[in-house]
Structure formats: structure tokens, C-alpha cells
């Protein structure tokens, strides 16, 4: 379950998109908040440190949030953090490229404390109950 202590990496290559993530997540309680500027970055932290839950932006330049996803789930110590992808516009076919590449959940922008609430929530229950 989800926790003050749950540490959280918020993935974007636009830093206003992380400042829009990070206050809600810090208004809602949570003390551990990391920032990545782009996909690569977001795989250095993800090695050499532990994180419970990412978020992810989709549309980054550099490297998109569904290859740094792809990136994710091909790592062992890796391949069960629950990661929420979050865009402004999501088609179908990316709803399904998402999930067959192990996404936890997708999240439209804009968006209040309380969906962004709600969505973690059902992820963190879902994952609790795909481990147990």
C-alpha cells in the first residue's frame, strides 16, 4: 500500500510537467519525491536506487515513456515497480501498446489531486494483489 515513505520517480523531459506532479504529490503527504529529466536519466536513477512508483510522462523527445517503460520491464529489479504513464492525449492504440508492455495505469492530462489520488490508489491495490 501506498505510504508517506512510498518514493516516487516523476519521469519528464519538460520540468513545468514536474512541478505540476510534484506539489500534488508532496500537498497529498508523500516526503519522497525524485525528479528525472528524460527517459536516460530516469534509467540511471532507476539503477542505482529504489523507487516504488513511477510516473511517466509519454510524449518526451529524447526517449519516449514507452520505450523508457519497455526499458523498464526488461530489468529484473525493475520489472514490478508500478509505473503510471501520464499524456494530454492518449489514442487507443497507445491504451494497448501501454498495457501489453506492462503499464499500470494511464493518466490524461489535466488532472486533479484527487483522480491522480484515485489512480494511484487502484494501482497500488492491483499490484498488492498481483504479488500476493
Do not use: C
Not at 501498446?97 to 495505469?105: F, K, L
Not at 491522480?116 to 492491483?126: F, H, Q, T, V, W
Amino acid at each position: 500500500m501506498l505510504s508517506i515513505h512510498t518514493k516516487f520517480l516523476i519521469v519528464d523531459d519538460i520540468a513545468n510537467k514536474q512541478i505540476q506532479i510534484k506539489p500534488i504529490l508532496k500537498d497529498m503527504g508523500f516526503l519522497n519525491v525524485d525528479e528525472a529529466n528524460g527517459g536516460q536519466i530516469a534509467l540511471q536513477k532507476l539503477l542505482s536506487d529504489d523507487f516504488d512508483f513511477i510516473i511517466s510522462s509519454w510524449y518526451m523527445s529524447a526517449m519516449d515513456g514507452l520505450t523508457v517503460l519497455r526499458k523498464i520491464r526488461a530489468v529484473e529489479k525493475l520489472n514490478k515497480v508500478p509505473v503510471l504513464m501520464v499524456a494530454a492525449e492518449i489514442k487507443k492504440k497507445d491504451i494497448l501498446d501501454a498495457v501489453q508492455a506492462g503499464a499500470d495505469g494511464i493518466l490524461t492530462r489535466p488532472f486533479t489531486a484527487t483522480v491522480l489520488s484515485e489512480k494511484l490508489g487502484l494501482i497500488a491495490r492491483n499490484h498488492i494483489n498481483q504479488v500476493s
